[in-house]
C-alpha cells in the first residue's frame, strides 16, 4: 500500500516538550490503480498511423536471363521521363533520338509533371486510335529517390494505368541530361 505521511519536521531548541501529533494519512492505491487503468484504456483505444505504401506489381524473377526480350511499343503511345538532379526531369514523346515531342525540362509540380501528364494521356489516344498512354520512368544515376516516389506519385493522381521503372538509361539521355545541366551533383 502506498501512503503519504505528514510530517511537521519542526523541532524546537528548548523548552516544554510536547507531544507530536500525527497528521492524517492518505492511501494513494486507489489513484495508482486508475491511473494505471486510464493508460491501459488508452493503449487500447488509440490506432495507430498505418504506413502509406503503394502498390506497384513486380515481374516474377525470370530463371532464364540469357535471353533479352525487347518489347516494340508504338511511339505515339510512350512517354519518357528522365529523371535527373536538382529535383527535375526530361521529358519527351516517342523515340530519343527523333522525338515526336519534347525533350522538355519540368520538374515534379503540379505545374511542371501533373499538367504533362494530364496533357499527354488526353493526347495519346488520339494519335495512338485509341490506345492508352505508356510511361517510362528511367532515372539517372543523379536522382535521388524522393523523385522517383514523386514520379509514382503523380502516376496515381493522374491514374496512369501502365507504365514502368526502368534501370537502363541510354547514352543519348545522359546526353540529354548533360545538356540541360541536370547531371551534376
Do not use: C
Not at 37 to 48: A, E, N, P, R, V
Not at 120 to 131: D, F, H, R, T
Amino acid at each position: 500500500m502506498a501512503e503519504l505521511n505528514q510530517d511537521s519536521g519542526k523541532q524546537g531548541k528548548g523548552g516544554k516538550v510536547r507531544s507530536k501529533k500525527n497528521g492524517g494519512k492518505v492511501d494513494l492505491t486507489a489513484m495508482v490503480d486508475l491511473a494505471f487503468l486510464l493508460i491501459t484504456f488508452f493503449m487500447l483505444t488509440t490506432s495507430l498511423n498505418k504506413p502509406q505504401a503503394m502498390d506497384v506489381a513486380m515481374p516474377d524473377k525470370n530463371v532464364e536471363t540469357d535471353k533479352k526480350t525487347d518489347v516494340d511499343v508504338d511511339e505515339h503511345r510512350s512517354v519518357t521521363l528522365v529523371l535527373g538532379s536538382n529535383d527535375k526531369l526530361v521529358w519527351y514523346q516517342g523515340d530519343v533520338k527523333k522525338p515526336l515531342q519534347g525533350p522538355t525540362v519540368i520538374d515534379y509540380s503540379a505545374e511542371g509533371l501533373r499538367a504533362t501528364l494530364m496533357k499527354m494521356q488526353k493526347l495519346v489516344p488520339q494519335q495512338a486510335g485509341g490506345k492508352d498512354i505508356i510511361v517510362v520512368i528511367r532515372p539517372s544515376e543523379k536522382s535521388v529517390t524522393r523523385n522517383i516516389i514523386d514520379a509514382l506519385d503523380e502516376m496515381k493522381i493522374v491514374d496512369i494505368k501502365r507504365y514502368m521503372i526502368s534501370n537502363r538509361i541510354m547514352g543519348d539521355e545522359i546526353e540529354l541530361l548533360k545538356k540541360e545541366n541536370l547531371y551534376n551533383d
